[in-house]
């Protein structure tokens, strides 16, 4: 392998490599975000429920 192809790949792999970190970061905000959600409405229900309970 020559020096070029050598530097080329390197670069190709270093660059890889940075995708792969901006898709982990992204997929961890996602991943986040959906567990956020999921509590926000597990207290709505949580607080409809008490809300029907001082009703009756």
Do not use: C, W
Request: proline share 0%; hydrophobic share 45%.
């Amino acid at each position: 392998m020559s020096t070029a192809e050598y530097r080329k790949a390197v670069a190709n792999l270093l660059m890889a490599q940075d995708e792969r970190s901006e898709i982990e970061i992204d997929t961890n905000l996602l991943r986040n975000q959906f567990s956020v959600l999921k509590l926000q409405l597990r207290q709505a229900i949580a607080a409809r429920e008490s809300q029907m309970l001082d009703a009756a």
